[in-house]
């Protein structure tokens, strides 16, 4: 309604639309290395996972959903939470679907250390891009990888306190 797009921020009221499309080339990592391709990042685990009648709405998140595909991402890859530093999140920026977010990936990251992981939210910056806004997230974190620089939510200024991010594994960075 602002015209503001602020995922996990107090005054988060929705999203702004965008448009756009993402490409990436997947490739064994074994046939990359062989070919002297140049390898942006390697994705060392995956999970996907229809969580239609868990969902409140079409729309809305489902908590139980989102955990679970998450935690199986986690396992697959072999890499413990902990030593996690960046998730391009979703980011709703919705009083709705940012808390199940941040709760989901609680969950799933299934950890009492604190405040080691930002998280990063791409659509403040270009928008929701529908249909593209997860290669969109992909690409952010690729990038981030890339540039070894870990990349703030613009808009943000106050977290949303249903968030509570002082006592999870997330910040958000603002620079």
Do not use: W
Not at 34 to 63: E, M, Q
Not at 67 to 94: D, M, N, W
């Amino acid at each position: 309604r602002n015209g503001v797009c602020r995922p996990f921020d107090a005054a988060a009221d929705g999203p702004i639309n965008g448009n756009g499309a993402g490409v990436i080339l997947l490739k064994p990592l074994g046939a990359a290395l062989r070919d002297n391709d140049v390898i942006r990042a390697v994705i060392r685990g995956t999970a996907a996972n229809n969580d239609g009648s868990g969902k409140v709405g079409y729309t809305a998140p489902s908590l139980g959903g989102e955990a679970a595909v998450v935690a199986e991402a986690l396992s697959v890859s072999g890499v413990p939470s902990e030593k996690i530093g960046f998730v391009s999140a979703h980011g709703t920026a919705t009083a709705i679907g940012d808390p199940i977010e941040i709760e989901a990936l609680v969950q799933a990251f299934d950890t009492t250390q604190k405040g080691f992981c930002s998280l990063g939210a791409v659509k403040a910056n270009i928008g929701h891009l529908d249909s593209a806004a997860g290669i969109a997230g992909l690409i952010e974190a690729m990038l981030a990888l890339e540039h070894k620089e870990l990349p703030p939510i613009a808009n943000f200024c106050t977290p949303n306190p249903q968030l509570r991010l002082e006592e999870t594994p997330f910040v958000i960075r603002t620079e």
